[in-house]
């Protein structure tokens, strides 16, 4: 690519004047290209990203071809909502895990994208994790979106970072709790960390970053006795946390039903329901929690997009055994 530095950008930053006129390129793309020796001036590499630049100069910015992926093509059935040039937007099944890692190495999503996309997902989540801007846990289900390139990525990972405090991005979940919270709706505004003990858990620590957590009562649901022993509860992510909701609900004395690394403590609780409930539970064999709601901004157009998933099936069965109970 060839740039010709104008008038009106002379003594302005090398990444900058890129950044600005090579808009398919994301400002990290261009700062790791920099740095590289990629880009060029008069014959010499300029690996100095604030390096100012002269009205009239020439740049050659040289982007290698993207290296391919390592993980490798899988023919795996995605459900998709919605997909153009530039992002996907699919609704994730359970028992899927987002990108290869230790013991997961295939029959992923990463693979399942490659063999769909082809070369075109974007680079920036590296080889591992291309396309990525945001995951699931492997038995959470719902809406995800990837992006297709690096414009794309850099819109979306700018979006989840603001999670809709100054733009229109919103995360919705569907969660089954135990118990009924003792109000209507809620706030948890806790920070999230590695757990001291357990490093596969994450816990609230005042150590960890900040995560908010909107919750609102949509249904609630009794036991044998006639007492409240459960609640559908839509929360939305103000920030996004690894395995933020289902700490924050178990934080709360509220954890997700079917929850083994959250609630444990709570199993003795299927006690308290019906058999038909107690049968549709032991099935579920997952923590009962669905991203069911996703709204964002188009990277490329700005158009406010919306999304919303119904609850699959195995939730479906749990909340019409909840609601026989009553």
Not at 3 to 17: H, K, N, T
Not at 46 to 65: L, N
Not at 211 to 238: M, Q, S, Y
Request: aromatic fraction near 4%; glycine fraction near 10%.
């Amino acid at each position: 690519m060839e740039v010709v530095v104008a008038g009106d950008e002379g003594s302005a930053r090398l990444d900058r004047v890129l950044a600005a006129r090579l808009t398919e390129l994301s400002r990290s793309r261009l700062k790791a290209l920099i740095l590289a020796g990629a880009v060029s001036l008069k014959g010499a590499a300029v690996r100095d990203p604030a390096y100012h630049v002269a009205s009239g100069d020439t740049i050659i910015i040289d982007v290698p071809e993207a290296a391919p992926a390592e993980p490798q093509g899988e023919d795996i059935a995605l459900d998709i909502v919605f997909e153009d040039d530039d992002i996907v937007v699919l609704n994730k099944p359970r028992g899927l895990v987002v990108h290869p890692a230790a013991g997961h190495e295939t029959g992923t999503l990463v693979n399942a994208l490659i063999a769909h996309c082809g070369t075109s997902l974007s680079g920036i989540g590296g080889v591992r994790r291309p396309g990525i801007v945001h995951r699931l846990d492997k038995d959470t289900t719902g809406l995800m979106v990837v992006a297709k390139n690096d414009l794309a990525h850099a819109s979306l990972t700018a979006q989840f970072a603001d999670h809709g405090r100054t733009g229109a991005m919103r995360r919705g979940y569907m969660a089954f709790a135990w118990g009924l919270p003792g109000r209507h709706r809620g706030t948890v505004d806790a920070p999230i960390d590695r757990h001291p003990h357990a490093r596969e858990k994450m816990a609230v620590r005042q150590s960890g970053r900040e995560a908010v957590t909107h919750w609102e009562i949509l249904e609630n649901f009794a036991g044998r006795d006639g007492k409240p022993v459960a609640a559908l509860l839509a929360c939305e992510l103000e920030t996004g946390r690894t395995h933020q909701i289902r700490v924050h609900l178990a934080h709360i004395g509220h954890p997700l039903m079917g929850d083994a690394v959250y609630g444990p403590h709570f199993k003795t609780k299927a006690n308290q329901l019906g058999p038909e409930s107690q049968a549709a539970l032991t099935a579920l064999g997952r923590q009962a929690l669905h991203a069911y709601l996703l709204v964002l901004e188009h990277p490329r157009t700005g158009e406010l997009l919306h999304w919303e998933a119904p609850l699959p099936e195995d939730l479906l069965l749990l909340q019409s055994a909840l609601k026989a109970a009553l």
